[in-house]
């Protein structure tokens, strides 16, 4: 088993009532009177209060190219992530020189090198610490990428090994896009980062710190649902594919997939009592409640945070574990979000004494 033993969100200075984000971005997305009544509506009906942005409000109205929205992705996400792997280490009690793997996930912006590579300098990270930049996963990113770490850590128990996600969803937006999807996109997704510290079974012995084992995994690509969600990526940068078959995909899949990754453990979803789920919105939550016979109480944390900060994408599930990773020893936990493909992923947690 490995064991995270520190969990750091970062989110970029600018935060706005949810009200204000809804009466700039109208105007640029749309200027059909009748079409942003309908926009304003998605947005209050999103149970978002608030929402954090890379840029102050008013410079979205600068934002003309792909370029300029790429070029800040890389400058303000290498520094919200140098910030988030900085606080997570403190907070492990940690140096850079310690971490041997770093895995990096973003879905809202590009770059070669990667921002893994650049916070090697910038944190004074070892030059052979092994890296795995991450493109593509989405949503489904901050479980995956736990459980990729997971993964490297079962083979390598007495390393440490860092999760680091950046998402700018913000820079994303695109202007005259009148779709539904964009409507609900723009209203939903907010800008932020997270880093979490795992250590491997011998190293985290050593380092006699609390926090959840990982005791298993479990990853699921669902047939025909390549369409749900998504971007479609062309010359105005990224343009989100959102459908409301995602909710339908949780109802037809996320019982089956928790009870086996449940059973493979000798554990029933009775024995669970932290669900760390991925806020995606209110009827990806809804979903989650109705599959797994849960209730609103159950992903309180997640509904914190869908309030509180909007979808992160890969940077939401790690928020929310944050939120919840002081737990009585002994508890069982399952984290999981859902993301294109359309894919899930699970990680069976069980907090240490």
């Keep these: 088993m490995s064991r995270i033993v520190a969990v750091a969100p970062a989110l ?13 971005l109208s105007e640029l997305i749309t200027h059909d009177a009748t079409k942003r009544a309908v926009l304003e509506r998605f947005h209050a009906a999103s149970g978002i209060g608030t929402r954090h942005t890379v840029l102050p409000l008013e410079q ?24 988030a792997v900085a606080a997570a280490l403190t907070t492990a009690g940690l140096e850079p020189e310690d971490v041997d793997y770093l895995f990096f996930t973003s879905v809202t912006g590009i770059a070669a090198p990667s921002i893994d590579a650049r916070l090697v300098p910038s944190l004074g990270l070892r030059s052979n610490v ?30 440490i090994a860092v999760l680091v996600s950046v998402e700018l969803c913000s820079l994303t937006l695109q202007r005259d896009d009148d779709s539904v999807a964009n409507f609900v996109a723009s209203g939903l997704f907010g800008d932020g980062a997270a880093a979490v ?13 609390p926090g959840p084992d990982i005791l298993g ?33 949780i109802d037809a899949n996320i019982a089956a997939d928790v009870d086996g990754l449940l059973a493979d453990h000798a554990v029933g979803r009775s ?14 939550l809804e979903a989650f409640e109705r599959g797994l016979a849960l209730s609103r109480d159950d992903l309180s944390a997640s509904w914190r945070s869908l309030d509180a900060v909007g979808n992160l994408s890969s940077s939401s599930v790690l928020h929310v574990l944050a939120d919840m990773l002081v737990q009585p020893a002994g508890t069982h936990g399952v ?15 069980r907090w240490a004494a």
């Design 130 to 159: 092994k890296r795995v930049p991450s493109f593509g996963l989405g949503c489904v990113a901050g479980a995956a990428g736990l459980a990729r770490v997971h993964d490297y850590l079962l083979g390598h128990p007495d390393e």
């Design 335 to 349: 984290l999981f979000a859902l993301g294109p493909g359309v894919t899930s992923e699970y990680v069976l947690l």
């Design 197 to 209: 510290v795992v250590a491997g079974a011998t190293r985290a012995a050593e380092l006699g710190l």
């Design 60 to 83: 979205y109205r600068g934002l003309r190219s792909f370029g300029d929205a790429n070029d800040i992705w890389i400058r303000e996400g290498t520094a919200l992530a140098a910030r």
């Design 271 to 284: 024995d669970v009592s932290a669900w760390v789920a991925h806020p995606g919105g209110p009827r990806v």
């Design 217 to 249: 995994t479990r990853a699921a690509l669902y047939p025909d649902s390549a369409s749900v969600i998504g971007w479609d990526i062309g010359g105005t940068g990224f343009r989100i594919v959102l459908t409301a078959a995602v909710s339908d995909t």
């Design 12 to 24: 970029p200075e600018h935060s706005y009532a949810q009200s204000d984000i809804t009466a700039e």
